[in-house]
């Protein structure tokens, strides 16, 4: 029993517990954690159940504007309640249109606000968001959040250096996101007794890194049997090419995964991939699996080039390590298995929840 007083905790968030990736890989793996060690927890999310089923649709413009008032209406309900916690934790934004005054609001209210950010959003994508998800960035409230809060966590080393230059309080930590290795279990063979797999998971936001690969599944297929499976939410058509899209759902995610032999991470060679977090690379490594991605942004501080992974840049090279390990099953073992080993010894939930609770102490214990 804890003797002090229990410190409580508001997370405003954007999405629904459970929901969306950022979130889940993120600190929603920690809460019990922090509740372990003494912390209250309620989560305020500014989508309801609703308004998350139909947010990436098409059309349903209708309850997508029903949904948003009623995320609104819950941010000023939070509002008169501020008080009542020691730790306003942020992530990504308070309300998702216009300027940054709710920002503002809860800045000026909070006894402690923790800043979580993922990707490099403090500049603009150029190209694959919606027009709803580019309204959804605001104008200026990242920035001042940054610039604001007590606390930044962030989701790559270079994004974390900016932030360090921007926080009034130069308080900023890098935290990647963390595998469940409880999950997160390997159960490939590592064999050529059946077509090899390869795949990629993302959401339609993020297809254009896909896309850039149409020209080296064409080619690989002309010298290698394969099969391309994208686990996503939007329909994908690669004419020519044995393609498998399966649709995400939480329930399945771990499973569709593990029927993978090949995980791939195509980037884009820009400053906006510098603020990404390695997730899908991570997600591939857990599992055991050998992955090629692209050399940039954080990439090449999670795989080790041909020891825990495969580093390209080229189509050429992209085509040279995909035909190399579907042809090679010992390779593939190989690389797997250290990539397995490298998430068990970075980047667990275990090796990250200390992380996040010494920045919970080391404002609320002042």
Request: hydrophobic share 40%.
């Given at each position: ?11 405003v ?7 969306a ?30 308004m ?16 948003t ?32 005054l ?65 926080n ?10 963390a ?5 997160y279990?390997?159960i ?35 010298r ?31 499973e ?7 995980g ?66 010992d390779l ?19 090796v990250?929840?200390?992380?996040y ?10």
């Open positions: 029993m804890h003797t002090s007083k229990t410190k409580k905790i508001l997370i968030c954007p999405f629904p517990q459970g929901e990736a950022g979130q889940r890989l993120k600190y929603e793996q920690f809460i019990n954690h922090w509740e372990e060690n003494g912390y209250e927890v309620e989560i305020s999310s500014f989508m309801d159940s609703r998350w089923k139909v947010v990436y649709t098409k059309r349903n413009f209708l309850q997508k504007f029903l949904g008032m009623r995320g609104y209406i819950r941010r000023i309900k939070d509002i008169f309640r501020i008080k009542r916690f020691d730790v306003i934790y942020v992530f990504m934004w308070v309300t998702p249109f216009g300027t940054s709710f920002e503002r609001i809860f800045r000026s209210i909070s006894t402690n606000l923790i800043y979580d950010i993922e990707d490099n959003v403090t500049m603009t994508q150029s190209s694959s968001l919606n027009s709803l998800i580019k309204v959804f960035k605001g104008s200026g409230k990242i920035k001042f959040l940054i610039k604001e809060s007590d606390h930044v966590i962030t989701s790559s080393p270079f994004l974390n250096s900016d932030c360090l230059e921007l009034k309080k130069q308080s900023a930590t890098f935290i990647s996101d595998m469940d290795i409880k999950r279990i390997p490939n063979s590592y064999k050529n007794n059946k077509t090899i797999v390869i795949g990629w998971t993302g959401t339609f936001s993020s297809v254009m890194y896909l896309d850039l690969l149409r020209d080296v599944f064409l080619e690989l297929n002309n290698i049997k394969f099969k391309l499976r994208v686990i996503g939410n939007f329909e994908y058509d690669l004419p020519g090419i044995d393609l498998e899209v399966i649709q995400w759902k939480k329930s399945s995610e771990i569709d995964l593990q029927g993978i032999d090949i791939i991470y195509p980037l884009t060679q820009d400053k906006w991939v510098l603020g990404k977090s390695g997730l899908k690379a991570l997600q591939y490594m857990a599992l055991g699996l050998p992955t090629v991605a692209t050399n940039v942004g954080t990439n090449p501080s999670i795989i080790t080039h041909m020891k825990n992974g495969w580093l390209v840049k080229t189509d050429n090279e992209w085509i040279d390590a995909l035909e190399n390990l579907i042809n090679n099953p593939r073992a190989k690389m797997g298995k250290e990539a397995r080993k490298k998430i068990l010894e970075n980047y667990s939930i275990e990250t929840r200390d992380k609770l010494s920045i919970l102490n080391g404002l609320t214990l002042k």
